[in-house]
């Protein structure tokens, strides 16, 4: 007599269709509801061929969720100026560091990720900003104490907007706070950028509240405008699979040893390791350099 072994197969619904127009399938044994979850993530944040893009989806195409963890914010004056001068915050291949004054170039905290005596658990970020007069930190997982901060995702929180539109009027509210810098598309607006807003006198004069995203010009502006920003609060995620560019200067700490320079008498991170060699192989297996033809 014959004998059958059932097998569960994945039947199609409306969601299936919807990941077509997405390029996202669901996987086998995927819950409709990981599965939704990841349309709505691809949703609302395409992934495409830049560099963060690939960083932003990636776990999403494996069947993975990034967790937030942290979420770090300036502490304000009485009038909401961050009391931090030029405050910046990035995750690197190995280290976290955040800066009061980014210009000064000496941050206020440097954490290595990778090195077990310094940040190796999420649980020593957070002690980092026990009695910061700058930054707060607050938690986003309960469960954060013991999770590898290795897998931290690699980024900053610069943030850049191509375009927005100005209203007619001689003050623009901008949609984010902390302008870094500003590139207007009517250029004869912003000719020459004065002290205060009421040193505008002349056309082609304009000022900017950095602070509070504000934007006044001599005549009514019109046009659109691209500006840089710092964005806060800014959220630590963990991802369970980690991505960040080769090119990072900080992948030293990872893929090379310590020598003595010659010249300085310092140590410096200069001699490839075993798994420095391993993933550059991998690197020249795909991307060879073909010297010698």
């Not at 009038?79 to 210009?103: C, K, L, M, N, Q």
């Not at 931290?152 to 929180?157: E, M, S, V």
């Not at 056309?203 to 710092?230: L, P, Q």
């Amino acid at each position: 007599m014959s004998t059958y072994t059932p097998q569960r197969i994945s039947l199609s619904v409306g969601l299936d269709e919807t990941g077509l127009g997405l390029s996202l399938f669901r996987l086998d044994g995927e819950s409709l509801e990981d599965y939704r979850r990841r349309l709505l993530l691809e949703a609302r944040d395409p992934s495409g061929p830049t560099e963060i893009q690939l960083i932003n989806s990636v776990n999403r195409y494996l069947g993975q969720f990034e967790i937030p963890i942290f979420e770090i914010d300036v502490i304000r004056n009485s009038t909401g100026e961050p009391i931090a001068s030029d405050p910046y915050i990035e995750v690197t291949s190995t280290h976290f560091r955040i800066y009061s004054d980014y210009s000064s170039g000496s941050p206020d905290i440097e954490l290595n990720l990778v090195d077990r005596s310094d940040a190796y658990f999420l649980e020593a970020i957070y002690t980092a900003f026990v009695g910061n007069t700058d930054f707060t930190i607050s938690t986003l997982d309960t469960d954060y104490e013991y999770k590898k901060s290795a897998f931290l995702k690699y980024g900053n929180n610069n943030r850049f907007i191509h375009t927005e539109l100005l209203g007619k009027s001689r003050a623009n509210k901008l949609k984010y706070e902390l302008i870094q810098e500003i590139y207007p598309q009517a250029e004869l607006l912003f000719k020459t950028e004065v002290a205060t807003r009421e040193s505008i006198a002349a056309e082609g004069e304009f000022y900017i509240d950095y602070i509070n995203g504000v934007v006044y010009t001599y005549d009514f502006a019109r046009g659109f405008i691209a500006y840089s920003y710092r964005k806060f609060p800014y959220r630590l995620h963990w991802q369970p699979v980690r991505v960040w560019p080769y090119n990072n200067e900080d992948k030293k700490y990872l893929y090379y040893n310590e020598l003595i320079s010659d010249t300085t008498g310092l140590g410096e991170n200069t001699l490839l390791n075993s798994e420095g060699a391993r993933i550059a192989n991998m690197v020249l297996a795909v991307h060879p350099l073909n010297w010698g033809k």
